[in-house]
């Protein structure tokens, strides 16, 4: 049973396209992350929802929008991809905003 | 600020040798909790530990350890008899308990090798 699932696994894709990473979790957890590590292995937070609320909202493009139609599920759209925004994109959850973090497999970006 | 310190970007050792991987955070809250992940190859991240600043005994799982150190900020892990199956790259994390949204903030990672 996967905890955090994400799709897809893999994405390529070039400049200037519009696209999405789903995230779903079935830990019943109520608070949900976006992180982003780059080819440097580092890792820096994006956005957190809790109970489908905003509660994160890193400095982030405005090209990133997150979306979570339900708590156990938040989505990540691009738009208009640039070459910087390959990376990998990692969805996390938490029992509460207060508990470890849970982390689902990544989705590896590539845009050409 | 919030911050974390992983002085070792990689390390290299020989199976069966233990390994100490450093931890130095930085962080305004006198409540605050510590964590480390482990990365393997394969490229998810797995929850090691979770320690919060007021307890500070040290914590054995099987062949990890972890020394929290509150005098000198330090959060250290200690792999004993380390196997091929610990290489992967190590992270340690902060909770930032910043106006009470709470999120990670990672260290750079340490890349440990385990050679047969």
């Known amino acids: 049973d996967t905890a955090v699932s994400q799709t897809p696994k893999y994405l390529v894709t070039q400049m200037g396209n519009d696209k999405s990473i789903k995230c779903e979790q079935n830990?019943?957890?109520?608070?949900m992350y976006w992180y982003k590590q780059d080819s440097k292995k580092f890792l820096k937070i994006m956005f957190s929802?809790?109970?489908?609320?905003?509660?994160i909202n890193e400095t982030v493009p405005n090209r990133f929008s997150p979306k979570s139609p339900d708590k156990a599920h938040l989505n990540l759209h691009i738009n208009s991809l640039e070459l910087g925004d390959s990376a990998v994109y990692f969805c996390?959850?938490?029992?509460?905003?207060?508990?470890?973090?849970?982390f689902g497999p990544g989705t590896r970006l590539t845009v050409t | 600020a919030q911050k974390v310190t992983q002085a070792q970007t990689e390390i290299s050792v020989v199976e069966k040798e233990d390994v100490t991987l450093d931890c130095v955070y930085e962080t305004r809250d006198t409540t605050y909790y510590l964590f480390w992940y482990k990365q393997p190859p394969s490229g998810e991240l797995v929850f090691l530990i979770r320690r919060n600043s007021f307890d500070e005994q040290n914590e054995i799982s099987g062949r990890y350890s972890w020394n929290f150190q509150k005098s000198t900020s330090s959060f250290n892990f200690t792999i004993t008899a380390s196997q091929v199956v610990d290489s992967a790259v190590y992270f340690c994390?902060?909770?930032?308990?910043?106006?009470?949204?709470?999120?990670?903030?990672f260290g750079q990672g340490t890349r440990l090798t385990i050679n047969p």
């Open positions: 929802y809790n109970n489908k609320e905003l509660i």
């Open positions: 830990l019943g957890h109520d608070t």
């Open positions: 996390a959850s938490s029992r509460t905003r207060f508990h470890e973090q849970y």
């Open positions: 994390a902060l909770r930032d308990q910043q106006q009470g949204a709470q999120k990670l903030v």
